[in-house]
């Protein structure tokens, strides 16, 4: 049995939290942008510091685990 948990919180994060796409912090005219498809130099790296924090999160804090096979 492999554990999917990790590789599927990680794939929906970098979906979700890509700039741009749901939402951009800092936004261009206002802190916060939703739907934009834009993106700049300073939120690809919120949006990683971000990643990273949830990733951490959620893989040793939290542990999720799915199980298949």
């Known amino acids: 049995m492999a554990d999917w948990g990790p ?4 794939v929906l994060l970098f979906a979700l939290l890509s700039p741009g796409l749901l939402f951009q912090i800092p936004g261009g005219a206002r802190c ?3 739907c934009c498809f ?5 939120a690809i790296l ?7 924090a949830l990733i951490c999160l959620f893989t040793f804090a939290i542990r999720v685990h799915i199980w298949l096979g």
């Open 38 to 42: 834009q993106t700049s130099g300073a």
């Open 46 to 52: 919120v949006h990683t510091l971000l990643y990273f």
């Open 7 to 10: 590789i599927f919180v990680s």
């Open 32 to 34: 916060v942008n939703f």
